[in-house]
């Protein structure tokens, strides 16, 4: 397992308390930094309803996009845990639906990847499998997988390209979610069941790809399935945070 500090540390910042890891380093791959605020003088008018900011119209920044908007267009206040925020913080109507959304995913999701899950894992082109327990480490940054000869590990912001496979909602029907490099992503069919993984990744300090695949197995496949989902959303809040 890699020895990556766990160490935590409380700052200040114009948008309010925040905990973060003591080596910027060691960020979870699903934060993302802290905008820069739109200047005062560079923005007279909400940059929502265009209200004209003065003495009784106050001008908020959101905190998650930086931009400038009045009291009625940045009014609500949420939790932030993308940018480590300690208390929920200001943020505009787009911003804040984005954030509502990701709640599921750090309320629920990330407590079933951490968690793990048992599959049957193949590396690279062997025909070798064996079942390990795969779960992403505390700090977000790897795929552990245990098994009973070996360990190994895979750091997420390594891997190239990911596949989900699904089972349908009809018997026997297949479909394959694909990304690549993380750069595109779709949404699990309603009633279908994820069964399987495949990733690529760049083992450190190597340019060559490596292939990993995960299969569900033994006749309990529901929590490897809800794993597979939940890694699945994740893949995608990776994809997203690149234009955020």
């Avoid at 245990?146 to 190239?160: A, K, M, P």
């Avoid at 496979?165 to 069941?193: A, C, H, M, V, W």
Wanted: with cysteine; net charge neutral.
């Amino acid at each position: 397992m890699s020895a990556v500090p766990d160490g935590k540390k409380l700052v200040r910042s114009p948008s309010g308390l925040r905990m973060v890891p003591e080596n910027g380093a060691f960020n979870s791959p699903f934060s993302l930094d802290e905008p820069q605020w739109v200047p005062d003088k560079e923005c007279p008018r909400c940059m929502q309803c265009e209200a004209k900011f003065d003495f009784i119209t106050r001008k908020h920044h959101c905190r998650r996009c930086g931009r400038c908007f009045c009291d009625k267009c940045c009014s609500k206040k949420l939790p932030l845990p993308r940018m480590c925020f300690v208390d929920p913080v200001r943020q505009c109507g787009e911003c804040s639906a984005i954030s509502q959304r990701e709640g599921d995913f750090y309320d629920r999701q990330l407590k079933v990847l951490t968690g793990g899950g048992t599959f049957l894992v193949t590396l690279g082109s062997s025909e070798k499998s064996e079942t390990m327990s795969c779960r992403l480490s505390n700090n977000h940054r790897y795929l552990f997988m245990d098994g009973d000869s070996s360990h190994f590990e895979v750091e997420l912001s390594r891997i190239t390209s990911m596949q989900v496979q699904t089972d349908g909602s009809t018997p026997g029907e297949k479909d394959i979610d694909t990304y690549t490099s993380l750069l595109e992503s779709t949404d699990l069919s309603e009633g279908s069941r994820a069964c399987g993984m495949l990733l690529q990744y760049r083992p450190p300090g190597s340019q060559e790809l490596q292939q990993l695949q995960l299969e569900t197995t033994g006749d309990d496949r529901k929590g490897p399935a809800a794993w597979l989902a939940a890694m699945h959303k994740a893949a995608k809040l990776l994809y997203e945070s690149r234009d955020q």
